[in-house]
């Protein structure tokens, strides 16, 4: 098997979103938001099934309006995993949301009022048992702040977390997790870095606003990954410019990459060379789509070549390594069988059933 260690966790509080359990312990869960109306209550379930159905552990819906909370009850109805209502400025927002069922409630508490609203909000949120994030932007930090620093900074993003940090704690609540978002990945990766040594709140991690799905994914896995590797982060949220389920796989996809989770295929191949003797490109594309809904963590290498396809196709679960027109099966780092190149697809998706035990 390939070498693999995995980051130790920093030591967080922990809370709980419905089923999911955020900090402590829990696995790093990955998480999406709706880009529906909330008001349209059965555009907006039929979006979370597709996450649902992509791994979407939590997902958030906007709600900036009573039309939006009065659809609350029936997307609560139709859905599994928890919901987060995603509140601005409007303190009765969110007790709307917390009286509906939410499963957690994201503002900002210095945003929504003073104090007495706080402790509305705060009080709501205890009787439902319910945490509440607070999402500092780089984007939206406090005027004073950007006056102070002239710009957003590690400092100024950590300032503006412990301010709404402290608004909560002296209304009594600590049921809170906290996320100091950036589209800029190196002030994300420095702000929560600076953060985590100053509290012990779980951390949600995401680079906002980080663009499409090439650009965005990108950014998000090298933010992410900085602060995953450290044992920085609690619950991720991939943004991109792109419809939410890819929010799901590259989140997915960060987490395996680390050895953080390990769900569904981890995929080695090859990079472009003149050494291939298949057409690597095509078996890999089809490999992916056969096996896209494997929840079962396997390694499958499929290499090209003579040169690093025995070692590497040995090293992995289930192994191809190829030459001209033909390759060998691998599993656990003993042959199989030769298979031809056209049938090279239906023997590595008859290993995988194999190997899970069922047909995929």
């Known amino acids: ?42 555009a907006t379930l039929a979006q979370i099934h597709e996450l649902e159905q ?15 909370a009065a659809a609350l ?25 917390a009286e509906a069922g939410v499963n957690k409630l994201r503002l900002n508490p210095g ?19 319910l945490p509440i994030r607070i999402g500092v932007n780089a984007g939206s930090l406090e005027k004073e702040l950007l006056e102070k620093y002239l710009r957003p900074t590690p400092e100024a993003m950590y300032e503006s977390g412990m301010r709404h940090i402290k608004i909560l704690e002296e209304a ?28 012990d709140y779980p ?36 943004s991109l410019t792109a419809e939410p389920v890819e929010e799901v796989k590259a989140g997915f996809e960060i987490l395996k990459a680390l050895r953080i989770r390990e769900k569904g295929i981890n995929l080695i191949a090859c ?14 594309d089809q490999v992916e789509a056969r096996l896209k809904n494997v929840e079962e963590p396997i390694e499958i290498a499929i290499m090209g070549c003579v040169v690093n396809g025995p070692g590497e196709a040995q090293a992995a679960k289930i192994g191809l390594a190829a030459g001209r027109g033909q390759g060998v099966l691998y599993l656990n780092g003993e042959v199989v069988k ?23």
């Open 54 to 68: 992509a791994g979407c552990e939590i997902v958030r819906c906007t709600v900036p309006t009573e039309k939006d």
């Open 73 to 97: 009850p029936e997307i609560l109805a139709g859905t599994k995993i928890p919901v987060v209502a995603d509140i601005h400025f409007d303190y009765r927002m969110a007790i709307k949301a």
């Open 203 to 238: 951390f949600h991690l995401g680079v906002t606003e980080a663009g499409t799905k090439f650009t965005g994914t990108i950014k998000n896995a090298i933010g992410m990954g900085a602060l995953l590797e450290k044992g920085i982060g609690d619950t991720i949220r991939v």
């Open 338 to 360: 030769k298979v031809k190149e056209e049938d090279m697809l239906k023997a590595l998706v008859e290993q995988v059933e194999q190997v899970v035990g069922h047909p995929v």
């Open 1 to 42: 098997m390939h070498y693999s260690t995995r980051p130790e966790r920093r030591k967080t509080r922990q809370v709980k979103v419905g089923k999911i359990a955020i900090g402590g312990d829990a696995p790093v869960s990955v998480q999406s938001m709706t880009t529906t109306n909330t008001w349209d209550a059965q």
């Open 172 to 199: 009594g609540f600590y049921d809170i997790v906290i996320s100091l978002k950036a589209s800029d990945p190196k002030l994300m990766i420095d702000s929560y870095s600076l953060l985590a040594t100053r509290c």
């Open 271 to 284: 990079p472009t060379c003149g050494r291939l003797e298949i057409d690597l490109f095509k078996l890999c």
């Open 111 to 129: 945003n929504i009022g003073g104090e007495k609203k706080v402790q509305m909000v705060v009080d709501c949120a205890k009787a439902h048992k």
